[in-house]
């Protein structure tokens, strides 16, 4: 088959080299990305292509794999330049957004939701799926990399997992920075780490690897956690946890280029305090 990956960033890029892995020709919409982006499609034998009417005019397939407030209004484009083939969305969205896609692509809309790092090593990377098509879609993927699983249930099931995964992981995360920051701030630091050692002794070692971690990466985070606010008050339940993390990531977003973010410029960031 002939498969398309909007768009091939750090994670597209390997889910785009499974489909190629698992037998397909696999294209991508070169116009309006980077030279980053054409690096890493041109190393994992992608097929550039133009403009998005030559991109659905081509495939059987498209896999939407962009930050979680482009989602809709990629899936927009695709609908409007014509596309009628399936349709997986595996952006970290809520069910809700799910939902609202698959209202506007149609029963071609396949839910998708990735739990891990890019997959460059098996064992590592979980591709989530739900839908009418889920199977179909499944079966587009025999890479061993990249572990496929169809969730029971409806489109939105698989948005779903990935919301209730990352609020844990990314949501923690957040606020293990943030506690590093308030005792930074109030000067209990060195105590703080000291209490750690006698009653939580992996805390002071995994807060400073969640910095070096995340802070180049944390520009990414913070729609992901609005998508994750806004999937548990649509619930019912309290969203402000999330949204406070969505505003600990924002405030790192200044560290994207940063090669080597120590725990020092992470606080410092977080704080308002950077120094020149």
């Known amino acids: 088959m002939k498969l ?5 960033g750090a994670m597209g890029v390997t889910i785009g080299a499974a489909l190629k892995a698992s037998g397909h020709e696999v294209l991508w919409l070169k116009e309006g990305r980077g030279e980053e982006t054409v690096r890493r499609a041109a190393e994992a034998g992608l097929v550039s292509v133009p403009a998005i009417g030559e991109l659905v005019g081509q495939c059987a397939g498209l896999v939407s ?12 484009a695709v609908k409007q330049a014509g596309f009628t083939g399936s349709y997986l969305d595996a952006n970290a969205v809520a069910p809700a957004t799910a939902r609202q896609i698959h209202e506007l692509i149609g029963d071609t809309f396949v839910d998708g939701g990735i739990v891990g790092p890019p997959a460059l090593r098996p064992g590592t990377t979980r591709l989530y799926l739900s839908g009418h098509d889920a199977e179909a879609v499944a079966g587009w993927f025999s890479d061993d990399v990249l572990g496929v699983h169809v969730v029971s249930g409806p ?9 209730c995964y990352a609020a844990y992981t990314k949501g923690t995360s957040a606020l293990l920075l943030a506690i590093r920051a308030l005792a930074e701030a109030e000067g209990v630091g060195p105590s703080l780490l000291e209490e750690w050692q006698r009653s939580q002794p992996d805390l002071s070692a995994r807060s400073e690897a969640t910095a070096r971690g995340t802070a180049a990466k944390a520009w990414r985070f913070v729609g992901e956690m609005e998508e994750i606010a806004a999937s548990f008050t649509a619930r019912g339940l309290p969203g402000g946890f999330h949204l406070a993390a969505a505003d600990i990531y924002q405030r790192m977003a200044e560290l994207k280029n940063d090669a080597a973010p120590d725990l020092e410029k ?4 977080i704080l308002h305090q950077r120094r020149d």
Not at 65 to 76: E, F
Not at 266 to 269: G, I, K, N, P
Request: net charge neutral; glycine share 6%; with cysteine.
């Open 155 to 163: 489109a939105g099931a698989a948005s779903a997992l990935k919301m």
């Open 266 to 269: 992470v606080l410092e960031a």
């Open 65 to 76: 794999i962009c930050p979680p407030h482009a989602a809709t209004a990629v899936a927009a």
């Open 4 to 8: 398309g990956v909007l768009h091939p």
